[in-house]
């Protein structure tokens, strides 16, 4: 459906004091890593080619390369399976 779920929606009573934690922890995490970091400056560095990539992800990284490759068609795979809806009719 195109309109507002009501199930889904939330009270105001919570929008707000969800509101104001999230930009608590936004400031929490941002003092965080200036604290951490500081004025630190990000070192320039050459630009690797595409053919240095493959060379390196096909040879030393190949088994976690396939394993997440996997990983991912397993989650596709069993997202489309649990948003797929059966018609209750059409089984006998």
Do not use: C, K
């Amino acid at each position: 459906p195109l309109a507002e779920e009501s199930d889904l929606s939330h009270p105001r009573s919570i929008r707000v004091p969800a509101g104001l934690l999230s930009i608590v922890l936004f400031a929490v995490i941002a003092y965080a890593l200036l604290e951490a970091f500081g004025n630190a400056m990000i070192a320039p560095f050459e630009p690797s080619s595409t053919a240095e990539i493959a060379n390196i992800m096909f040879t030393r990284w190949v088994i976690p390369f396939e394993v997440v490759s996997f990983v991912l068609l397993t989650a596709m795979i069993g997202g489309i399976a649990l948003a797929r809806r059966d018609d209750e009719e059409g089984r006998s």
